[in-house]
């Protein structure tokens, strides 16, 4: 499999096999597992700098990571290519023994090595994932020193500055950037000192239990099962990835057995197969966020008066939650996600036109003004877009929508160059408050050469250094309860200081599957795992 000639070969094979679909839309083989989902967002594979959530799920079938998380109970870490590990007393280190036997797709044997070299790579490069590696102190200067193999089956990180060893251990079993790479075979397909970034935008070397065969970006993605797995082998052959974006085109093929799971449907489209025969809708609660973001480098939006006029009066949270959320999102308007033990109640935002008018009036905004809203074309965004731009008419303010795809959306406002946006972000993948909290709100550093462009507080311009110093204080509190406390001073502070971020909803992943799928299990943090996915029929 590792020849060009296997490569083309399997290539040519399933390119027949998706082409037979096609044309006599039978139903999927049963060694196969075909799903319709859309790829727009994304735009590489390496874990270096893919983001998203679109990449999560190939990665973690890909690739393995040191630890997982249970997808029932997120705060429970199970073991990976790491069988165990041993946090210090004073939590300033984690010494990790890689089981031994694991091999890489390439034949390679894992070692401790690969592990700390991946690590060191993703602070190296400082792209989008080195984000939340740098906010626990990691630096391309450092990190060869913090993080490190001591023999084949022993990596040790030493923690740079004081954190939370649970958020750390959280981040390795599910950040991208966390997987472990084939360090020999990547430093064979390195050009001009990338570390191999060009090579792996559309290229995989993993040790996870399947391996890449191709990608074609907007097109489909196929993977094989490796048979090497240290697990031992998954139960299904091929997994097929078919970028599919029209809602009722997905339903067609689901419900004549040309894919066996489909993502990104509409509600009306969901209610339908909910009740047909053959199919089945399973849903699951992501720690992602849905909000409305506004630019503080704006003139307008600098002013406080106006973003409290725009985010929390002239955003319809009743509406958009029960009309356009359903299956996609749950009402929430805290930037703390819904179910962990530091979440204070709902704010209550409510639709308010006469005070949204008020406080414009006292901006120097009576008649309202002209302004964007860059939205990604596509459902729920749209929507929630639609209905905004539908209120903040009410109160006078001309809203043009652009759409565009998210590469071109979340560009503009890693650039922070936009207006409104509407969008979806929040880390939330670690089951700690801190996870969001640093992916929407902290911004140690508001000026533009500091290129935070993972954190999209950075993004809207809003610095607060009380808001900024309560956040870096609850990461380091060890008791829970006063722990907890400390988080819910944060979301006070938030409320108080109007940042240019408003929740919204919070996502619910909802996908629909043919009945005879068995194994499947949405996991929380996008890193669903197909290992254990088949087939009854």
């Not at 690739?63 to 029932?72: A, C, M, Q, R, W």
């Not at 034949?107 to 400082?126: C, F, H, I, M, Y």
């Not at 697990?231 to 097929?240: E, N, S, T």
């Not at 640093?438 to 550093?445: E, F, G, K, M, Q």
Request: with cysteine.
């Amino acid at each position: 499999m590792n020849t060009s000639r296997t490569m083309r070969a399997c290539a040519l094979a399933v390119s027949l096999i998706a082409g037979a679909w096609q044309g006599a839309m039978a139903r999927t083989p049963n060694d196969q597992l075909v799903i319709g989902v859309s790829m727009n967002n994304l735009l590489s594979l390496d874990p270096a700098g893919a983001t998203g959530n679109d990449v999560v799920e190939i990665a973690c079938n890909v690739y393995d990571y040191l630890v997982e998380l249970d997808p029932l109970q997120t705060t429970t870490v199970r073991p990976g290519l790491a069988d165990s590990w041993k946090i210090a007393p004073d939590g300033r280190r984690i010494t990790f023994t890689l089981r031994q036997g694991a091999k890489f797709h390439s034949g390679n044997p894992v070692t401790a090595e690969d592990a700390a070299w991946s690590l060191q790579r993703v602070l190296k490069l400082n792209l989008a994932l080195a984000s939340p590696w740098k906010s626990y102190g990691f630096t391309a200067q450092n990190v060869a020193e913090h993080v490190r193999a001591t023999d084949a089956t022993t990596l040790v990180i030493d923690l740079p500055a004081p954190t939370d060893p649970k958020m750390v251990l959280y981040t390795l079993g599910t950040s991208v950037g966390a997987v472990v790479l084939d360090r020999k075979t990547v430093l064979a397909n390195e050009k001009n000192g990338d570390l191999g970034a060009g090579w792996l935008t559309t290229h995989a070397a993993g040790s996870g239990p399947f391996t890449l065969d191709e990608w074609r970006a907007k097109e489909v993605l196929f993977m094989s099962r490796f048979d090497g797995h240290w697990r031992g082998p998954a139960k299904l052959r091929r997994v097929v990835m078919r970028h599919m974006t029209e809602s009722q085109s997905l339903r067609l093929m689901l419900g004549r057995g040309d894919i066996d799971i489909a993502t990104g449907m509409s509600v009306p489209d969901i209610e339908a197969m909910k009740a047909a025969p053959d199919t089945e809708v399973h849903s699951v609660n992501r720690g992602t966020l849905y909000y409305v973001a506004v630019s503080a480098k704006d003139p307008k939006f600098a002013d406080k008066r106006v973003r409290e006029a725009i985010l929390r009066h002239l955003v319809d949270y009743d509406g958009i939650n029960k009309t356009v959320m359903p299956y996609y999102g749950v009402y929430h308007q805290r930037p703390v996600p819904l179910g962990l033990p530091a979440t204070l109640p709902e704010p209550g935002y409510k639709l308010d036109v006469a005070g949204a008018k008020k406080l414009l009036t006292a901006a120097g905004h009576p008649g309202g003004f002209k302004t964007t809203i860059r939205v990604v074309a596509e459902s729920p965004f749209t929507n929630i877009a639609t209905s905004l731009q539908a209120s903040l008419a009410q109160a006078g303010i001309e809203a043009s929508i652009l759409p565009g795809t998210g590469n071109q959306v979340y560009g503009a406002m890693r650039e922070r160059n936009f207006e409104i946006i509407v969008g979806r972000g929040g880390g939330g993948a670690e089951p700690h408050p801190h996870s969001s909290l640093r992916a929407l709100v902290y911004n140690p550093d508001n000026s533009d050469q500091a290129r935070l462009t993972n954190f999209q507080g950075w993004r809207t311009a809003f610095i607060d250094p009380k808001l900024n110093q309560l956040i870096e204080g609850a990461l380091l509190v060890t008791d829970p309860a006063r722990q907890a406390a400390a988080y819910q001073a944060v979301q006070r502070r938030f409320d108080s200081e109007m940042p240019a971020i408003q929740p919204i909803s919070q996502m619910v992943d909802t996908v629909v599957m043919r009945k005879d799928v068995r194994g499947y299990v949405g996991h929380p943090s996008v890193t669903t795992r197909l290992r254990d996915v088949h087939k009854q029929r």
